[in-house]
C-alpha cells in the first residue's frame, strides 16, 4: 500500500507541473486535472482505511431518487404529448457506438467521449448525443425522410457542476426532422415545437437566440478573416454571451493572431440583437454584407423563416442574435438556444460592455427588452470547459435549456465514409437539456414549498388488533385488482402506531381499518386523510360493507 | 494495410490453437471465439474496402425501430401501472458503476462485464443488472426499508443470440423489496406482483418454477456434498431444464470429481416438483431431510409462502421445482423464475429423462401438466453461454421470462466493504426479462396479423391546388393547440397524390383537405380514410366550417 501510495504521489506531481505548463500555454488542461484531483481522493482514502472501497457512484453521476425520477418522468410525459401532436416517431439507439462513428464530430470536445475498454473484439465508446446516432441510423438503413424524437442518457467527461445540472451522464430529449423538403418548413416547425414544449414545462418566460451560419460566414468573409482561422474565430464569437468584447477581441487578436482590423470589422455586426424583422432590415440594408453570396442566401431563409414562425405564432419569442454561433462542428444553416430567466445567474452581473457599432447604434441596446437582455449575457454552451470555467459557472445559473440547429451534411458523411453513393438527407433538430428543465422546475417547486410525493399510494390497509395479517391481503388483493394503489405492512402482528406512522410518511390519502369485531360483522372502517373530508369525519372514519369497499374508495379518490 | 492484415492473421492463427486447448480441457472459450470471429470480420473488410469504415450497431446491440420502441413503452406502461399499484417507489442510478462495486457478484459471469477505459480518474464498467445498483444505492444512503421498481438497461459481453432476443445491451425491470419484515410476506407479495403483471402483459399462460437456497443445501448435507463443491454441484443441478439427468451426473462425477453415491443421493430429490403442497407434504414426510436444520427451515418458509399465495390466489400459477438452482451468489433463500409455452422451442423436442427417484416415483410424472413439464425442461437462464450453447439455443425457446429470489446479504456485503457498522437489509426481489416479453408479444401480434404503427398521426392536413403552405400551417397549428396529432408536407407546392400517399403510408384516420375555393368560404373537407364512416361518405368526405374543424375531428377519432 505504501508503494502504491507512493507512485500515486509521483504521478500527482508530474501532473501539477503539466498543468502549470499547460496553463502557461494556454491550453486545454480539463484531462490533467480531472485526473489529478481524482489521485488526490484516491490518496485520501488510501491513508484513512486500509480498503479504499468507495460506497459511491462515479464522479459526475448520480442517483436520481424516486422524487427526482417521477419529476424527470413527468417532463419526459409532457415533452412525448408535443412530440407525438408534432407527428413524431420514436426510436431507441444503443448507448455505446462504434468508436469511428463518434471520430471527427465534436471538435474540441472529442476528449470529453467516454471510450470502452478493449476487451477484444470491437472498439466502442458511450454516444456524446443523440444527433449522431441519429444520423448514423439514417444513414445505415438508408433512410430518406424521418420525424423522430428519442429521450435518452448520453456522456461526457466534462467537469461537472452539480449545482448547475451538469453531469457526466444527463438525459437528452431530441427532437430532429430529417429529409428533402421546402427551405425553413421544417426548420420552422422545430422552433414551433421548440416553443410548445417550453410553454408546456414549468419553466416561466423564455427567449430562442438565432442566428445562421451562412451570415456569419458572410460577415467573416467581409471583414477578411482567412478561410483557415474561420472555426477558431467563430467559437471566440460564441464567447460574448459570457465575456466582454474587449475580452472576446483579445482572443481574436493576441490568442489567434487576428489583424486587429478584422476583429473589429467583425465587432460591428456580432453585436446585434433584437427582434427578427428590426435585425433582419439592418442587415439587408447592409450593402456589402448583402453582396456576399452566403450572407444574402442566409438572410433569404431567415425571411421566410419569419414569415413560417409568424403563422405558427411563435415570432415574438425570437430574438435573431449575431453573437449565436454554436461550436459544434456540424452545423450549417440555421442555429439556435433557448434561454430562459433562470439561465442567468442568481445575483445579477454587470452587464458585459458589448460594443454599440456605429452603423447600428441604436439597434443593441433597445432592440431586446432589458430583462432578455441580461439573461442572454450570461447563458452557457454545452462545451468543454476548463477548470477555471467550471468553477466560474458554478455560481451562474442553468445556461441554455436547448440549443439545435440545421446539420444538412452530417447523413451523408456517414453514407460516404460507408462507400455508399446516396444523396445528401438534410437535417434540423433541437436538443432539450432535461436535466436543467428539471432544475428549474425543482427550484420553482421549492419555492412554492409543494409537497413531493416519491410514490403515489392510494390506501394503507392497517389492523388494529390482532394482526390480521392474511386478512390486511385479501383486502389489498381486493383493492389491486380493482386499479387502487395499495400498501399495508409485511408484519405478522404490526403495532397501530407503526402502522399510522407508515400511512402518514408516505401521505397516503386513504386508509382502510381492519378490526375483528367489524370484520365479522363483514364491515371496514374508512378513513380519509387528507383533502376536505379528513377533518368532517372527526378522525374516525365510515364504516363501509367489505363488498362496497371498493367503490366507495374510488369515489373518495 | 498489408502489415496490419497479416497481424490480424497472426492473432487469429493463435487463438484457434488456444480455444482448440480450452476445448479439450472443456474450459470456456467464449471470450476467445468472440475475438477470433470479430477478427475474420474486420479481416474480411480490409480485403474488402480500403476504409473499413463500418456502418453498423456494436455487436450485440440494436437499433430499435419507431414499431419496436412504442410496442416496448408500452410494455413498460403496463408494468408500471402495475408497480404503483404495490406501492413501489422508483429510482434511476448512472449506467456505470465503481468497477469494484460490481466486483464479486456474479461469480464465472464477472467476466461477462464491460469495462470503460482507464482514461484517467477512477475505474467504472457498465451495469451487469438493476439488483447491485439497488443495494449498492441502500447501502450508500444508509435506507433501511424500501420497495423500488427500476427500468432500465444492462450490459453483457455475452454471445448473442438475436433469434432468441439475448442481446449485449438488454432491458431489465426488476421489482425489490428491501427490509426487515416477517417470514415470506414480501415474497409473497413479489410473486403476486409477477403474476398480475404476467397476467397484463399478452404472453398466453405461464408458470412460476420455485426453489429455496436452504431446501437445496439441506439435499447437499444429507447427500454428503462437501462445503467446497457446493455451488459448482448446484450449478450442475440447475441445467437439469436442458440436459438430461444422465448428464448432469456425469458433469458432477467425472468433470467435477463429485462420489458418484453422493450424486445418486442427489438424483433421489432433485427431479421432483408439482404443485406446492404435493411437493411439501413429500419433503416433510422424509424424516432424513427433516433432520437437517437447513432444510427444515427452509420447508418451514415454503409452508409459510403457499400458505399467503393461496390468499394472493396465485398458488396455482407455481411450481415447486427440485431442480431449480438459479446461478447467481447472492441468493439466500427462495429462488424462482417464470416460464411461458414459448420458454419452450418451436418444435417439440424429445423430453430429457430425469430419475423417478425410489422415494417419490408417482410425483415426478404426474405432479405437473404434461405440456407445463415440457416448457420446464428447455427453459433458459441469464447466465454464461459458451458458443456451443448459443449455436443450439438458437433454435429454442425465448426462455425464462422473469426470475428472481431473496438475497439478506448484499446490502450488507457493501456497508461492510466500505467499513460502515450496519445490520443487514434482507432484500427480495424479481426482474423481468423485457426483451424476451416483448419477443413473446411481437410473435403474438404477428400471428394475429395485426397493423402496426410506428407513430400515431390522427389527421394528415393537406392541400389540393395552389401550395397554401401557410394555410396548411395554421390549421395544423390549430389542430395541435387543440391536442390533436396533426402532420402535413413540408412542401410550398406539393402534389396532390404525394399527399395522399403520405397519409397512407402512416395510416392517418383523418386527412383533412383545404382547397382555396373552400377556404374562401371559410370551410375545409374532412375526409375518414379508415374505421366503419370511411366508405360511407363516398370518399369526398364533409364540408365543415373551419372554426367548427376541431370539435368535429375530435368526435371522430
Given at each position: 500500500?505504501?508503494?502504491?501510495?507512493?507512485?500515486?504521489?509521483?504521478?500527482?506531481a508530474?501532473?501539477?507541473?503539466?498543468?502549470?505548463?499547460?496553463?502557461?500555454?494556454?491550453?486545454?488542461?480539463?484531462?490533467?486535472?480531472?485526473?489529478?484531483?481524482?489521485?488526490?481522493?484516491?490518496?485520501?482514502?488510501?491513508?484513512?482505511?486500509?480498503?479504499?472501497?468507495?460506497?459511491?457512484?462515479?464522479?459526475?453521476t448520480?442517483?436520481?431518487?424516486?422524487?427526482?425520477?417521477?419529476?424527470?418522468?413527468?417532463?419526459?410525459?409532457?415533452?412525448?404529448?408535443?412530440?407525438?401532436k408534432?407527428?413524431?416517431?420514436?426510436?431507441?439507439?444503443?448507448?455505446?457506438?462504434?468508436?469511428?462513428?463518434?471520430?471527427?464530430?465534436?471538435?474540441?470536445?472529442?476528449?470529453?467521449?467516454?471510450?470502452?475498454?478493449?476487451?477484444?473484439?470491437?472498439?466502442?465508446?458511450?454516444?456524446?448525443?443523440?444527433?449522431?446516432?441519429?444520423?448514423?441510423?439514417?444513414?445505415?438503413?438508408g433512410?430518406?425522410?424521418?420525424?423522430?424524437?428519442?429521450?435518452?442518457?448520453?456522456y461526457?467527461?466534462?467537469?461537472p457542476?452539480?449545482?448547475?445540472?451538469?453531469?457526466?451522464?444527463?438525459?437528452?430529449?431530441?427532437?430532429?426532422?430529417?429529409?428533402?423538403?421546402?427551405?425553413?418548413?421544417?426548420?420552422?416547425?422545430?422552433?414551433?415545437?421548440?416553443?410548445?414544449?417550453?410553454?408546456?414545462?414549468?419553466?416561466g418566460?423564455f427567449?430562442?437566440?438565432?442566428?445562421?451560419?451562412?451570415?456569419?460566414?458572410?460577415?467573416?468573409?467581409l471583414?477578411?478573416?482567412?478561410?483557415?482561422?474561420?472555426?477558431?474565430?467563430?467559437?471566440?464569437?460564441?464567447?460574448?454571451?459570457?465575456?466582454?468584447?474587449?475580452?472576446?477581441?483579445k482572443?481574436?487578436?493576441?490568442?489567434?493572431?487576428?489583424?486587429?482590423?478584422?476583429?473589429?470589422?467583425?465587432?460591428?455586426?456580432?453585436?446585434?440583437?433584437?427582434?427578427?424583422?428590426?435585425?433582419?432590415?439592418?442587415?439587408?440594408?447592409?450593402?456589402?454584407?448583402?453582396?456576399?453570396?452566403?450572407?444574402?442566401?442566409?438572410?433569404?431563409?431567415?425571411?421566410?423563416?419569419?414569415?413560417?414562425?409568424?403563422?405558427?405564432?411563435?415570432?415574438?419569442?425570437?430574438?435573431?442574435?449575431?453573437?449565436?454561433?454554436?461550436?459544434?462542428?456540424?452545423?450549417?444553416?440555421l442555429?439556435?438556444e433557448?434561454?430562459?430567466?433562470?439561465?442567468?445567474?442568481?445575483?445579477?452581473?454587470?452587464?458585459?460592455?458589448?460594443?454599440?457599432?456605429?452603423?447600428?447604434?441604436?439597434?443593441?441596446?433597445?432592440?431586446?427588452?432589458?430583462?432578455?437582455?441580461?439573461?442572454?449575457?450570461?447563458?452557457?454552451?454545452?462545451?468543454?470547459?476548463?477548470?477555471?470555467?467550471?468553477?466560474?459557472?458554478?455560481?451562474?445559473?442553468?445556461?441554455?435549456?436547448?440549443?439545435?440547429?440545421?446539420?444538412d451534411?452530417?447523413?451523408?458523411?456517414?453514407?460516404e465514409?460507408?462507400?455508399?453513393?446516396?444523396?445528401?438527407?438534410?437535417?434540423?433538430?433541437?436538443?432539450?437539456?432535461?436535466e436543467?428543465?428539471?432544475?428549474i422546475?425543482?427550484?420553482?417547486?421549492?419555492?412554492?414549498?409543494?409537497?413531493?410525493?416519491?410514490?403515489?399510494?392510494?390506501?394503507?390497509?392497517?389492523?388494529?388488533?390482532?394482526?390480521?395479517?392474511?386478512?390486511?391481503?385479501?383486502?389489498?388483493?381486493?383493492?389491486?385488482?380493482?386499479?387502487?394503489?395499495?400498501?399495508?405492512?409485511?408484519?405478522?402482528?404490526?403495532?397501530?402506531?407503526?402502522?399510522?406512522?407508515?400511512?402518514?410518511?408516505?401521505?397516503?390519502?386513504?386508509?382502510?381499518?381492519?378490526?375483528?369485531?367489524?370484520?365479522?360483522?363483514?364491515?371496514?372502517?374508512?378513513?380519509?386523510?387528507?383533502?376536505?373530508d379528513?377533518?368532517?369525519?372527526?378522525?374516525?372514519?365510515?364504516?363501509v360493507?367489505?363488498?362496497?369497499?371498493?367503490?366507495?374508495?374510488?369515489?373518495?379518490?
Amino acid at each position: 500500500m505504501t508503494a502504491a501510495s507512493s507512485s500515486v504521489a509521483e504521478r500527482i506531481a508530474a501532473l501539477q507541473t503539466r498543468i502549470k505548463e499547460l496553463k502557461v500555454a494556454k491550453q486545454d488542461a480539463t484531462a490533467e486535472v480531472d485526473e489529478m484531483k481524482a489521485l488526490k481522493e484516491q490518496l485520501g482514502k488510501d491513508k484513512k482505511s486500509g480498503s479504499g472501497f468507495q460506497l459511491k457512484t462515479p464522479k459526475g453521476t448520480v442517483d436520481h431518487r424516486p422524487e427526482a425520477t417521477l419529476l424527470r418522468k413527468k417532463i419526459f410525459h409532457t415533452l412525448e404529448s408535443i412530440f407525438v401532436k408534432y407527428g413524431a416517431s420514436t426510436i431507441d439507439t444503443p448507448v455505446f457506438e462504434l468508436r469511428e462513428i463518434l471520430a471527427g464530430k465534436y471538435g474540441e470536445d472529442s476528449k470529453l467521449i467516454y471510450d470502452l475498454q478493449d476487451q477484444g473484439g470491437e472498439l466502442c465508446s458511450l454516444r456524446y448525443d443523440l444527433t449522431v446516432p441519429f444520423a448514423r441510423y439514417l444513414a445505415m438503413n438508408g433512410i430518406t425522410s424521418m420525424k423522430r424524437y428519442h429521450i435518452g442518457k448520453v456522456y461526457r467527461r466534462d467537469q461537472p457542476v452539480v449545482t448547475k445540472g451538469r453531469m457526466r451522464e444527463f438525459f437528452q430529449c431530441d427532437f430532429d426532422i430529417a429529409g428533402v423538403y421546402d427551405s425553413m418548413v421544417p426548420d420552422a416547425e422545430v422552433l414551433s415545437f421548440l416553443c410548445d414544449a417550453l410553454t408546456a414545462l414549468d419553466i416561466g418566460e423564455f427567449t430562442v437566440k438565432m442566428n445562421h451560419r451562412k451570415i456569419l460566414d458572410g460577415i467573416f468573409e467581409l471583414a477578411g478573416v482567412p478561410q483557415d482561422k474561420t472555426r477558431s474565430i467563430s467559437s471566440a464569437v460564441d464567447k460574448l454571451d459570457k465575456m466582454s468584447w474587449a475580452d472576446v477581441r483579445k482572443e481574436m487578436t493576441v490568442d489567434k493572431g487576428l489583424d486587429p482590423v478584422i476583429a473589429d470589422k467583425i465587432g460591428e455586426y456580432v453585436g446585434l440583437k433584437g427582434p427578427g424583422w428590426d435585425v433582419l432590415k439592418k442587415l439587408e440594408a447592409d450593402e456589402k454584407l448583402m453582396g456576399i453570396e452566403s450572407a444574402k442566401a442566409g438572410l433569404a431563409d431567415m425571411r421566410l423563416l419569419f414569415e413560417y414562425l409568424e403563422v405558427f405564432g411563435v415570432l415574438d419569442k425570437m430574438s435573431f442574435d449575431m453573437s449565436l454561433a454554436r461550436g459544434l462542428d456540424y452545423y450549417t444553416g440555421l442555429i439556435y438556444e433557448a434561454i430562459t430567466e433562470f439561465s442567468a445567474p442568481p445575483s445579477a452581473r454587470p452587464t458585459p460592455s458589448v460594443p454599440a457599432p456605429d452603423a447600428m447604434t441604436s439597434s443593441t441596446p433597445t432592440s431586446l427588452p432589458a430583462k432578455a437582455d441580461k439573461k442572454a449575457k450570461s447563458s452557457d454552451k454545452d462545451k468543454a470547459k476548463t477548470e477555471d470555467d467550471a468553477v466560474d459557472e458554478a455560481s451562474v445559473g442553468v445556461g441554455s435549456i436547448a440549443a439545435g440547429g440545421r446539420y444538412d451534411n452530417l447523413v451523408g458523411m456517414f453514407a460516404e465514409a460507408a462507400g455508399q453513393k446516396r444523396d445528401q438527407v438534410p437535417c434540423v433538430g433541437i436538443s432539450i437539456g432535461v436535466e436543467r428543465v428539471y432544475s428549474i422546475m425543482e427550484m420553482r417547486r421549492k419555492n412554492r414549498e409543494e409537497k413531493i410525493r416519491g410514490k403515489e399510494t392510494d390506501v394503507y390497509v392497517l389492523a388494529l388488533g390482532g394482526g390480521l395479517l392474511k386478512e390486511r391481503m385479501a383486502f389489498a388483493k381486493m383493492l389491486r385488482d380493482n386499479g387502487i394503489k395499495t400498501e399495508f405492512m409485511y408484519k405478522a402482528k404490526p403495532k397501530a402506531p407503526a402502522q399510522w406512522k407508515a400511512a402518514d410518511d408516505d401521505h397516503v390519502p386513504i386508509v382502510a381499518i381492519l378490526a375483528p369485531a367489524e370484520l365479522e360483522s363483514g364491515t371496514v372502517r374508512i378513513k380519509q386523510q387528507v383533502g376536505k373530508d379528513a377533518a368532517g369525519e372527526e378522525n374516525k372514519g365510515v364504516e363501509v360493507k367489505v363488498e362496497e369497499a371498493v367503490a366507495y374508495i374510488k369515489q373518495r379518490l
